[in-house]
């Protein structure tokens, strides 16, 4: 069982458009027209992918009026997600350069 939870963990980072998605709400929340904006992704795309990330407790969804902000998860990933950008660039960016 522990196994299948690191695979969906790990495999909703292992994704080129949610990373993307991870990254913009890195900045602050955001709403699902202005990530299609910013990110140049359709709706359903956005929309897909946020299901996954939500799902997750990656992000958080409020509503503001009509809108859905999205916020990164700001007790666990966005600290992840820290620490993943200091390992990189310590480790992974030299594999790159190679």
Known sequence: ???RAYKIFFGTLDNEKRLEIINMLRKGPKCVSD???D???NQTTVSHNLKRLEKCGFVFMSKKGKQRIYTLSQK???PLMNL???HMHEFCEKIILK
């Open 1 to 3: 069982m522990i196994n």
């Open 35 to 37: 990530l299609c904006k």
């Open 39 to 41: 990110l140049k992704f």
């Open 76 to 78: 666990t990933i966005k």
């Open 84 to 86: 993943i950008d200091e």
